[in-house]
């Protein structure tokens, strides 16, 4: 069976965690950037990682963060993931010795294949929506299109996913992943239980069909 893992982002509750794991999600994402509505410290991305199943991955989102601030977070929560959302270097990624995301916002005109060309020893590549001047969490979609057939390493596909279109969009890309946050929430940094099980049961729906069965 074909099997796209899902990662729930921007979890602030120990609860919301728990219930995102208890619907089948592969990974949570904890975001250490102040101006985000669903940012996290390190004493509570700790205390929600506390109530994390084992081989769940836990994945610590970053916008061009400094070094001490990163090794801050590292020391104190047990990340598995790195995810940089910013400008960050392939060196300045790779300095961690960690796995890692490295995001790329898609809008008409980017070369693709440019973008991401540096991040060879990423873990994967995650495509977001682009939009100036905010660095993710855009809740809005990107032109699939643009990313059909252009990453040489494993995708994970953001922006704007909810239930009614992530099977759309894994039918279209076949990514190694999708990660969602605001198409499920109640309010921003809230996660709705329904919505997580609804999404998830959209991406094992699309997942069965493409292996052929029922």
């Not at 991305?45 to 506390?50: K, L, Q």
């Not at 590292?74 to 490295?102: M, N």
């Not at 605001?182 to 609804?198: D, L, Q, Y």
Request: charged share 20%.
């Amino acid at each position: 069976m074909a099997y796209t893992r899902i990662k729930i982002c921007g979890i602030t509750r120990p609860e919301d965690a728990q219930v995102a794991v208890a619907n089948g999600a592969d990974a949570i994402g904890l975001v250490f950037y102040a101006k985000s509505p669903r940012a996290v410290d390190a004493a509570r991305a700790a205390e929600i990682v506390a109530e994390v199943a084992p081989f769940v991955t836990v994945v610590a989102l970053f916008v061009d963060a400094s070094e001490s601030e990163i090794a801050q977070v590292l020391a104190s929560v047990p990340v598995d993931v790195i995810q940089f959302h910013g400008q960050e270097s392939a060196t300045y990624c790779e300095q961690f010795e960690r796995p890692y995301l490295k995001a790329v916002r898609v809008k008409p005109g980017i070369d693709l294949g440019a973008a991401v060309a540096p991040y060879g020893r990423a873990r994967g590549i995650l495509l977001d929506s682009w939009q100036d001047g905010v660095p993710g969490g855009t809740g809005k979609t990107f032109d699939w299109q643009l990313a059909s057939g252009r990453i040489a390493r494993p995708m994970v596909l953001a922006g704007g996913l909810d239930s009614d279109n992530v099977g759309a969009a894994i039918a279209h890309l076949h990514p190694a992943g999708v990660d969602v946050s605001g198409g499920v929430e109640s309010s921003p940094g809230i996660k709705c239980p329904r919505r997580i099980a609804e999404f998830v049961r959209a991406v094992r729906a699309v997942d069965l069909t493409d292996s052929g069965e029922k």
